[in-house]
């Protein structure tokens, strides 16, 4: 796997570089946003773990350029804030993980191989709800004509919704299927990814797609809302 980490603490960014080698990765470091969204832009990477707090450009900024880009890069976001807000900032910016400072290195090698694991899997048949419709083989989503950007956790979490379009997707078959079980059903990220993939494909269409049924789960309605 080839890693882009963009971090300004110069001995942090050392260290993940070499415990990614070690680990049998590929690791470039750059110091800046913009040097990190040249990098992430034009390197082919495979993954990218991008600080908040960057000089030059924030990573906030540096993912959301990416995605207007269309560089679909996994972005593992390294904070030491970890608020409900934070974490929705993140999202909204195209991130697909956080992990807030400090942290286990041996945690964020697991991250960044299911990031990897989910982008690189066997393609799919195209999926279908009403006017919404999601290629595996691509990664892309629409509606109608109207492409829709998601991050790649986002795009996973849609998968597994519309795989099962008109039935109950239960917390903990989120958890088990787009977290391989890696967070805590307690914590509220569920909810924050929910919120932030409602907000893509069916704010902007006044469309209700996916519904929230309470104790139980989560629908996406099979006619797409």
């Excluded at 690791?27 to 908040?52: I, Q, S």
């Excluded at 694991?117 to 279908?128: G, M, N, V």
């Excluded at 996973?156 to 919704?161: A, F, G, H, Y």
């Excluded at 993939?197 to 989560?218: C, E, M, N, Q, W």
Aim: a negative charge; glycine letters at 8%; one cysteine or more.
């Amino acid at each position: 796997m080839r890693v882009l980490v963009v971090e300004d603490e110069r001995r942090l960014a050392d260290l993940l570089a070499r415990g990614l080698r070690e680990a049998g990765h590929d690791a470039d470091v750059r110091h800046t946003g913009g040097d990190g969204l040249l990098a992430a832009t034009v390197g082919g990477y495979d993954a990218m773990v991008l600080d908040v707090m960057l000089p030059e450009l924030d990573g906030l900024s540096v993912c959301r350029k990416l995605r207007d880009r269309g560089v679909r890069v996994p972005v593992l976001m390294l904070t030491a804030r970890g608020s409900v807000p934070d974490r929705v900032a993140g999202l909204d910016s195209g991130a697909d993980d956080y992990l807030s400072k400090p942290f286990s290195f041996d945690e964020l090698l697991a991250r960044l191989r299911a990031l990897h694991r989910r982008t690189t899997a066997d393609a799919a048949a195209e999926l279908r709800a009403g006017n919404l419709r999601l290629d595996p083989a691509t990664r892309r989503v629409f509606r109608d004509d109207a492409e829709i950007a998601l991050s790649a956790r986002e795009f996973d979490i849609l998968t597994l919704l519309m795989s099962r379009a008109g039935q109950c997707v239960t917390r903990y078959q989120i958890l088990d299927e787009v977290w391989d079980g890696e967070t805590d059903l307690r914590s509220n990220v569920i909810d924050v990814y929910i919120a932030s993939v409602r907000s893509k494909v069916d704010r902007p269409f006044g469309r209700h797609a996916i519904t929230t049924l309470r104790g139980a789960g989560y629908r996406l309605e099979a006619d797409g809302g």
